[in-house]
């Protein structure tokens, strides 16, 4: 149980193009989703947290009309690159939280990630 | 804010043998919850072990145990008979309670020798 889906896993875009990037939960209802950014060679870094039905929450520093985040249902959270350039090249990551009985309600469920290539 | 930190950027074992990694924390919060992650090469994340600073006994998943002193704001990690497949980044990381921030280490990376 508890498994979340990202895909795509791997997208390769042109500078100025959006791309969007779907994150899902496949046998949880996930009333909150995580997205995260990957430099190589470093840590996770939370960019905006989703709440089902509300705007996300933004970290400092993360642009919010440059990422935009919905999170439209229950099991789906979407996160969408406006106007890439290169240095939006990373690996982005969800992660999803559960409120239901029998998984920790604190616990974040993570996806495999999906790593944007911008040229 | 709360910080996390990893001291070792690497670290090596030998198969078969026990490794501890390192991690400490700065809160000052009194409940939250703290974790390990690893990340192998394929990048998805896997919850190695947990721990809830209200509970004193050390959690223990197999092989795996963590020291946890919370005065001290340390949390180890101690992998015991170390496999080739424990080969990976591990990130320790640190969660207020009733909070969704997970704050992550800079992470160590793990080799297994064999």
């Known amino acids: 149980g508890a498994v979340v889906s990202q895909h795509p896993s791997w997208v390769i875009c042109k500078s100025g193009t959006s791309v969007k990037i779907e994150c899902r939960s496949l046998d949880f209802q996930a009333t909150t989703m995580f997205w995260y950014r990957q430099f190589p060679k470093q840590s996770l870094m939370l960019m905006a947290t989703?709440?089902?039905?509300?705007?996300?929450?933004?970290e400092q520093g993360v642009e919010k009309d440059k990422f935009l985040i919905n999170h439209a249902s229950l099991t789906l959270s979407t996160l969408t690159v406006t106007s890439a350039h290169p240095e939006d090249s990373s690996f982005y990551i969800c992660?999803?939280?559960?409120?239901?009985?029998?998984?920790?309600?604190?616990?974040?469920?993570f996806g495999p990630g999906t790593r944007l290539t911008v040229t | 804010a709360q910080t996390v930190t990893q001291s070792q950027p690497e670290m090596s074992v030998q198969e078969a043998e026990t490794v501890t990694l390192s991690c400490t924390y700065d809160?000052?919060?009194?409940?939250?919850?703290l974790f390990w992650y690893k990340q192998p090469p394929s990048r998805q994340m896997i919850l190695v072990i947990r721990q809830e600073a209200y509970k004193q006994q050390n959690a223990t998943e197999n092989r795996f145990s963590v020291n946890f002193q919370k005065a001290a704001k340390s949390f180890s990690l101690k992998i015991s008979d170390s496999q080739l497949g424990d080969t990976a980044m591990y990130f320790c990381a640190f969660m207020k309670h009733n909070n969704n921030d997970m704050r992550f280490g800079a992470g160590t990376r793990l080799t297994v020798k064999p």
């Open positions: 809160t000052s919060e009194s409940n939250y919850y």
């Open positions: 989703s709440n089902e039905g509300s705007k996300a929450t933004y």
């Open positions: 992660s999803a939280r559960s409120t239901l009985a029998g998984l920790s309600s604190y616990e974040q469920y």
